[in-house]
């Protein structure tokens, strides 16, 4: 199989300007990956599965990340000038300190493809993609329509992690149910105490019926040895 | 875009899908819900039918009942932790899954397996295809209506194999039997004899069941030429296994990858012509033929010496930052499992690639157009096992 860069350079001759950025895998399996901009995903995506010599026609698996804010502590050199008396005269003296700043560093989501050719027998080639944000710029898009095998993967995706995939052509929630409201999968997921109330009709009489048994209650306790 | 439109479109490029009936108002479609306590949908599962008489017009699964979120419970527990987990995916075959996951987390962190911990890991791999195959056919035919018979020649079978597994694992089932670096407890010389003995008896028992099956003229009038899979749309939908091969798709991860030791044992990949029920049957019987040549040689090959690598860590496991993607041939399909790690001893992403819930991407497809009791075959067809579809 073609190397990374070999893979990156036959792609921005396909499709330029796509941002393909290589991402490196410090990790012993050494599977790099390729991280491409979301405008030009589809044009990638069709070109990685028709190309003779890659054949990428088999997409194998598809995941959200979450990757939360993260606050970034560095080190910064600082250069000021202060006034300083320096042998009984008062002078500009230029210094620099060093100073700790922190900053935070935006989370984002991350949709990751792994890819396989099934025609020649090569894989994985691993494509990743980001949102701008975790809040409000959740879109990104679709590659159904190049590999069918994202359908219901996307729909994973889109349910538990809340990535929203444009060009999707059934995006529903695949494993929550239909009313549920947030993302389970994601970092800052807080589980709610009660899972599965819904109210029903058996509300209004469970509150009518705990009234009447607090009336009663009261009663019995007014009338403590009256009888009872 | 709306759903009829996108598929109409994805028809004309070749998605496998016979012309919808046009909703023109003269006859009303009638609306199944099949399942979810269905009995031939294995366990908690519904697919939403639109039937026009007969035949099946539309045809929506529904997923989520079994959903327990494996991978975000997993999210928060060591590494080693999960594997008894991972039992609990697929149920029939926690062998697989043990093993799919540990050699994820060997690849993440680079671990060697010694030489007989790779043995007994194919031999137990192999023993569970052949149970998996056996039962997933009993029940194929369970639901054609021969019921019990052939599924219980099936289970007499697995019930030889579980024994074994009971033995040396200690479970029957839930094996959790795999470690990070080989394997947990020791195969005895005699566990070993009463496996070959196993073997020995395999060959009769697919031979008797092929007598009463292959050629049955019920069999092959339901199955063949029904649930036609083509092999563009079953790679384009990333259908792997058992169902992919009928189609014709020569693609078998045991040789693809030589993951473990396969690279060393002789077998061939069984393919099928049509990829219609019956191919996906036959698939099924011939590949437990091979995993019979595969059991025979590995049991005649195993050496000696341990079953941990000396070097494998097992307190304070923290692989360092990374990720790694690996995957085996389950007897469902592609198992991959996915984990990402910042460092800590927990994953910072764990991700199972369920061979079951993929493959029934294209169940619709299959379904369309035929009868609604061919439906319960097609379904079966698949092989699923729900908890591994929901996780």
Redesign the interface.
């Known amino acids: 199989m073609k190397t990374m860069e070999e893979i990156k350079a036959a792609i921005e001759a396909a499709a330029p300007g796509a941002g393909v950025e290589i991402v490196p895998n410090p990790s012993p399996s050494g599977q790099h990956s390729l991280r491409i901009a979301p405008s030009h995903a589809v044009a990638v995506a069709t070109f990685l599965r028709d190309d003779a010599e890659l054949a990428l026609d088999f997409l194998s698996n598809v995941t959200g990340v979450d990757w939360l804010d993260k606050e970034v502590t560095e080190k910064v050199k600082v250069t000021s000038t202060v006034t300083k008396t320096v042998d009984d005269v008062e002078q500009d003296v230029e210094e620099t300190v060093e100073e700790t700043r922190k900053r935070v560093q935006p989370g984002c989501l991350e949709v990751v493809y792994h890819l396989f050719s099934s025609a020649l027998k090569h894989g994985p080639v691993i494509l990743r993609m980001k949102t701008m944000n975790r809040t409000d710029q959740v879109e990104l898009p679709s590659l159904t329509p190049i590999w069918r095998s994202a359908e219901f993967q996307e729909r994973e995706v889109f349910d538990l992690y809340g990535v929203v995939f444009k060009g999707h052509p059934d995006l529903r929630r695949l494993l929550m149910w239909d009313e549920f409201k947030d993302h389970p999968m994601r970092r800052d997921y807080v589980d709610p105490d009660d899972y599965e109330y819904e109210p029903t009709p058996h509300d209004a009489v469970l509150t009518r019926a705990n009234a009447h048994k607090a009336a009663e209650e009261a009663k019995a306790r007014e009338g403590t040895g009256a009888g009872l | ?1 709306t ?1 009829t439109a ?2 109409r479109e ?1 028809m004309e490029e070749g ?1 496998n899908r016979p012309p919808l009936i046009e909703e023109d108002g003269e006859a009303e479609l009638l609306e199944v819900a099949m399942g979810p306590h269905h009995p031939s949908t294995h366990g908690v599962f519904r697919m939403d039918l639109a039937l026009d008489g007969e035949r099946v017009v539309r045809l929506k699964p529904v ?2 009942y079994l ?1 327990r ?1 494996h ?2 419970i997993a999210e928060g527990i060591s590494y080693l932790a999960s594997m008894p987990y991972t039992d609990r995916l697929d149920y029939i075959c926690s062998l697989t899954n043990n093993w799919a996951y540990a050699l994820a987390v060997e ?4 671990q060697q397996v010694p030489e007989r911990a790779e043995y007994i890991r194919v031999i137990l791999a192999e023993f569970t295809r052949i149970q998996n195959h056996a039962s997933s056919i009993g029940f194929l035919i369970q639901e054609m209506g021969a019921s019990g018979t052939p599924l219980m020649y099936a289970f007499r079978e697995r019930e030889k194999i579980l024994d074994l597994f009971e033995e040396l694992t200690g479970s029957r089932m839930m094996c959790n039997y795999m470690r990070f670096g080989g394997c947990r407890v020791d195969t005895s010389a005699a566990w070993l004899d009463a496996a070959r003995k196993v073997v020995d008896g395999l060959p009769g028992f697919v031979d008797e069941f092929e007598n009463l099956l292959s050629t049955n003229e019920i069999l092959m009038a339901r199955c063949q030429r029904v649930g036609i899979l083509r092999p563009e ?1 079953a ?6 296994g058992p169902m992919l091969r009928a189609s014709g ?1 020569n ?1 078998d991860i045991r040789k ?1 990858d030589h993951y473990g030791i396969y690279d060393r044992f002789k077998f061939r990949v069984p393919l099928g012509d049509h990829g219609d029920i019956y191919d996906r049957y036959m698939v099924r019987i011939l590949e437990m033929r091979e995993s019979i040549t595969i059991l025979n040689q590995a049991l005649r090959d195993i050496p000696g010496g341990p079953i941990m690598d000396a070097k494998a860590k097992i307190r304070g496991f923290r ?9 085996i041939e389950a007897p469902k399909g ?1 198992l ?1 499992f ?1 984990l ?2 910042d460092g800590g001893p927990n994953p ?2 764990y ?1 199972v ?1 369920p061979p079951s ?2 493959n ?3 169940l619709e497809d299959m379904c369309l157009g035929s009868n609604v009791a061919d439906v319960v075959l097609i379904f079966g067809s698949v092989d699923i096992v729900l908890g591994e579809v ?2």
């Open positions: 875009m759903d996108f598929r994805k998605w997923f989520g959903h979120n991978e975000k690849k993440l962190v680079g749309l790679v384009n939908a990333g259908i792997t798709v693609y693809v692989p360092k930052p990374g990720e790694a993607y690996g995957r592609e991959g996915y990402i790690s910072y992403r991700r690639r819930l993929i029934l991407t294209v929901d996780r």
